[in-house]
Each structure stands twice: as C-alpha cells, then as structure tokens.
C-alpha cells in the first residue's frame, strides 16, 4: 500500500504569511495527489487535483506542485479563514485512495 | 446543486450492525462511483469502501474487509453501508463522497468532489 506523510503536522501563521504544506509518497505516484481542506466539523473540502489543477472556486492563493513522491501545497498570503487542517490524498492506487496524516494550521 | 445526506448513524454495542444511508441529488447519480470515508473522532481521515456507478466493482479496506457491504440503489439516488461485527475502533463520523473521473493533461485523474456532512457512528458498551 502507499503510504502518504505530512511535513509539518502543525504549524503556526499569521495572517499574510506564506504557508507551504509538504506531502511525501512511498512510492511514486505520478501526479494523482489531491488536497484537501477540513475545518472543525465540517467536511473535507477539495482544492487541488491532479497535484496542481485549482478546484473551481478556490482562490488562485492555493496553489500545488510536484510530482512522483514529492508534492506541495503553498497558500501565498494567509487568510483568517485558511485556518484549518490540509490534507492530502493519493489517487495512484484506485480505488484505494489513502490520505495523509493531515497538518493543522493554526493561528500565531 | 450537489447534495449528499448521510443518515442512519447513532451509539451501537459492540458487535452490533447499523446501516447507514446517503441521498444523493442535484447530479445524475447512477453516472458516478462512491466512497465511503471515515473520521475517528480527533484523528485523519481514511477510506473505508468504493462501488463504482453500476455496482460492477466494490473493494473495501482492510480495516473493514468482511464486516461492511456497501450498496447502491440508483433508482433511488442512494448509496448504503451495512456495518456488521462493529468494534470500538469503528466509531468515527462516516462521510459519503462522489468520485469524479476527468482527463488532465492527457491522463484520467481522480479526485472526491462533493462530500456529505457526515454521520456519526459510536460504538461503546
């Protein structure tokens, strides 16, 4: 199975900061990476696809990179309502499309 | 616009069965596969089981493999999952979630478009 990590699984921003989530594949995977944002109890909510298509309707701040075992998701400016947990998620191995650990963005 | 509704969830003993439910509407569901994700509460999300458009092919994890059966009635707009034999670590809050297949840079890439809103199965004595 894939396995998917996270770098960092926290991290803390203020508004306006560049922010930029790491996720790392066992295996490559091409570019089936897709990312994810969560807020608390709420469901997950799509804004990336094939590693760096924006989702319709998401800022163009969002933005994702990389391809083979190594991706990124960089925020450009932070804003108040980007605090929340990002998570991403192989689609390589269908249908079995695992998730990462998630990183948490929090407020500094 | 695309709505999915879980239902069907609620505190269950261990070893007990529930049966959750997802309504699909606003979209031509019978054209889409679907998934079931989970959440245990404070934790990351994991995939639970897929059943493609016309139930042709269903594959769960292992995690759950011979316990759950997912379902799908496309008359009624409606995806199932029959949760038998729950354990503790199945308590988590269960969201459905459409696949979506589309061509990106000459490739078929997949991604879970629109999810629902989640229902909570707890599993405790």
Redesign the interface.
């Known amino acids: 199975d894939i396995q998917l990590t996270q770098s960092p699984s926290f991290l803390s921003a203020s508004v306006g900061d560049r922010v930029t989530i790491t996720c790392r594949a066992s295996q490559g995977i091409?570019?089936?990476l897709?990312w994810?944002q969560?807020k608390p109890g709420?469901?997950?909510?799509?804004l990336i696809?094939?590693a760096s298509?924006l989702?319709s309707g998401v800022p163009s701040r969002f933005s994702g990179s990389g391809s083979g075992t190594e991706f990124t998701l960089t925020i450009s400016s932070l804003q108040p309502e980007d605090f929340a947990t990002y998570?991403c998620?192989q689609?390589n191995s269908?249908?079995?499309?695992?998730?990462?650990?998630?990183t948490k963005v929090d407020i500094k | 616009e695309v709505q999915l509704v879980e239902s069907g969830g609620g505190l269950v003993k261990p070893g007990g069965s529930l049966r959750l439910s997802c309504a699909a509407s606003g979209f031509t569901f019978s054209s889409y596969s679907m998934n079931w994700v989970r959440q245990a509460p404070g934790k990351g999300l994991e995939w639970v089981s897929s059943i493609s458009s016309s139930s042709s092919y269903i594959y769960y994890a292992d995690s759950v493999k011979g316990r759950f059966t997912i379902s799908r009635d496309n008359a009624k707009n409606s995806l199932y999952l029959q949760m038998n034999s729950l354990r503790a670590e199945d308590t988590a809050v269960y969201y459905c979630a459409r696949v979506v297949a589309t061509m990106v840079r000459g490739v078929i890439n997949y991604y879970f478009d629109y999810w629902g809103q989640g229902t909570l199965v707890t599993v405790s004595s």
Do not use: D, V
């Open positions: 091409s570019s089936y897709a994810y969560q709420k469901a997950p909510k799509l696809y094939a298509t989702q998570y998620q689609l269908y249908p079995r499309f695992t998730f990462g650990p998630g």
